[in-house]
């Protein structure tokens, strides 16, 4: 599966951004999906997975109440709603996928678990 991000940008902070995951390829609905972030001298960092039919959310700690992930699968895209935007939200989101079975309940959260990664789009928030 390929994937495209988008809907990043700068915005100031307490403001919104909606970025999207568009999936080409491989039927979707087959795809556990996540977004990570990376910012510059940092690790890259779990955000949000969204499970293969939807019904299973996960969001960090940091982002619990001011981010959310959905999806449509009708349309082949994931979404993070991004509201209540912090400076250190700043980074370059990038948006994973997998369809392999999973051996353990946490495996969303590690990044060498996903074998489909987007470009990336860059978050700039203003403070």
């Known amino acids: 599966v390929q994937l495209q991000a988008s809907g990043g940008g700068l915005v100031q902070a307490g403001g919104s951004l909606r970025l999207s995951c568009a999936a080409s390829g491989r039927t979707f609905s087959s795809y556990g999906v996540g977004w990570f972030r990376e910012a510059p001298g940092k690790e890259r960092e779990f955000v949000a997975q969204?499970?293969?039919?939807?019904?299973?959310?996960y969001h960090a700690d940091s982002v619990k109440g001011r981010f959310k992930i959905s999806r449509d699968n009708t349309k082949n895209t994931v979404f993070l709603q991004m509201n209540s935007l912090k400076p250190e939200d700043t980074a370059v989101y990038y948006c994973?996928?997998?369809?392999?079975?999973?051996?353990?309940?946490?495996?969303?959260?590690?990044?060498?678990?996903?074998?489909?990664w987007g470009q990336g789009t860059q978050v700039t928030v203003s403070s």
């Open positions: 994973a996928a997998d369809e392999s079975v999973k051996t353990y309940s946490t495996w969303y959260r590690n990044p060498n678990e996903y074998a489909n």
């Open positions: 969204i499970s293969r039919s939807g019904d299973r959310t």
